[in-house]
């Protein structure tokens, strides 16, 4: 697979997560992913991100920077964005925040088998 191919794959699944389209995820993720070292399988990261906009209703993946190395993307999220709560144990409680989270994705077949991410949990803890 080219670069410019599992780029567009992947701009693909970030726009699905975007629009919560739950139905065609299995489109971008295999059956069974593993996410921080850990196999979730598809539910489990489907539940995941459901969790993720059910705690933050104006989520939106930006990507800001995205590098492709087939098999592998390396991309920087931005995001901007007002969650309920707690938002990785720190009380945001409904207080707008921007951070970034850079995440690393191995593919296999065409579809994310793996992910590795870390959230720039600083950022947030700067703005509350």
């Known amino acids: 697979m080219t670069p ?3 780029s567009a794959i992947y701009r693909g699944y970030i ?7 739950w139905a065609v995820l299995g489109s971008f993720v ?5 996410y921080g070292g850990t196999t979730i ?13 059910e705690a933050i209703p104006d989520l939106r993946f930006v990507i800001q920077l995205l590098v492709s ?9 931005q995001f ?19 951070f970034a989270e850079n995440v690393f994705y191995e593919f296999a077949d ?3 088998r793996t992910v590795w991410s870390i959230i720039d949990k600083a950022a947030i803890a700067q703005q509350i």
């Open 110 to 112: 065409g579809k994310i």
């Open 15 to 21: 726009d699905c997560l975007n629009r919560q389209d």
């Open 30 to 34: 295999d059956e069974a992913v593993e």
């Open 80 to 98: 901007d964005c007002t969650p309920r709560g707690l938002l990785f144990d720190l009380p945001v409680n409904g207080k707008r925040v921007q």
């Open 4 to 6: 410019e191919a599992l």
């Open 41 to 53: 399988g598809l539910a489990g990261y489907r539940a995941m991100l459901e969790r993720d906009f």
């Open 69 to 77: 190395d087939p098999p592998h993307i390396a991309s920087r999220l």
